[in-house]
Structures are given as C-alpha cells and as structure tokens.
C-alpha cells in the first residue's frame, strides 16, 4: 500500500512514517526515489509503535524490541523497568496530590502558618519531588 492508504488507515501522518524510515522503526519496500510503498505488516507494526510509546518507552527502546523483519520481540526486562518507573512517577504524582488537597483544606488561617505546608514547601525547594526522594509520602516529609 502507498504511503497515503498508511496515513487513512493509521492515521499517522507522512511525515511521521517518513522519520519512522529514517530511524529504522519500518521498511518503505518501493525503490529509492519511488513513491513509498509499505507491506500490509506496517499497520502493526506502527501500533506496535504507538503501544510502545502510550507505556512510555522511547522509540530507541522500540526499534530495539523490532526485529528486521519487523516483528514484535518484546523485551520482558526493559516493560518490567518501564513499569516500575510508571509506578515511581505515580506514587510522587499521589504524594503532590494529597498535598494539594491538604493545602487547600488547610484550617491554617494562611498558608504559610500550616506546618504540613511548610514541610512541603521545604521538601520542594530541596527539589526532592523532582528527584523522587519524597520519604514518607502524605507526610511530607
């Protein structure tokens, strides 16, 4: 199929699949300078492509788990990692977010009298929510 039936069926614009060519993520199978043709397999291997990226991973870490002839040859390490990545991310997300809700509720009469939202703001400013090294989540501390 020509690059135009990819684009309708996949809904991935050209040139997204042109750059996808050039890393090596998918195979035109036209001769140089032809109109790009792909095999029917492109369609999965471009959700294999977007299934990959929607878990976070990064089109090196896809091309890495595409085999020449273009099938998925999944890495059980590398989603394991990933995974536990998602869950450090969700885990510091769940930390701000009872902290927001604290500050918002907070009976201080300002903010910056509640002690929860000091210690929060210290833990913010020692960058710690960046690093993930928040210790005891809903504490702030």
Do not use: W
Request: hydrophobic share 40%.
């Amino acid at each position: 199929m020509d690059i135009t039936e990819v684009v309708k069926r996949t809904g991935v614009p050209a040139h997204t699949l042109r750059f996808y060519e050039k890393k090596g993520l998918i195979t035109s199978i036209s001769p140089p300078g032809a109109r790009r043709q792909f095999a029917a397999a492109v369609v999965e291997q471009l959700a294999v492509i977007a299934l990959g990226q929607a878990g976070g991973l990064s089109l090196d870490e896809i091309q890495a788990m595409l085999s020449p002839n273009g099938q998925a040859e999944v890495d059980r390490t590398v989603l394991r990692a990933k995974a536990d990545e998602i869950d450090a991310t969700i885990k510091q997300l769940k930390t701000m977010s009872r902290g927001l809700r604290h500050a918002a509720a907070c009976p201080a009469p300002n903010h910056a009298q509640c002690p929860n939202f000091r210690r929060l703001l210290k833990i913010a400013a020692a960058g710690a929510f960046k690093r993930g090294t928040v210790r005891h989540p809903g504490t702030f501390s």
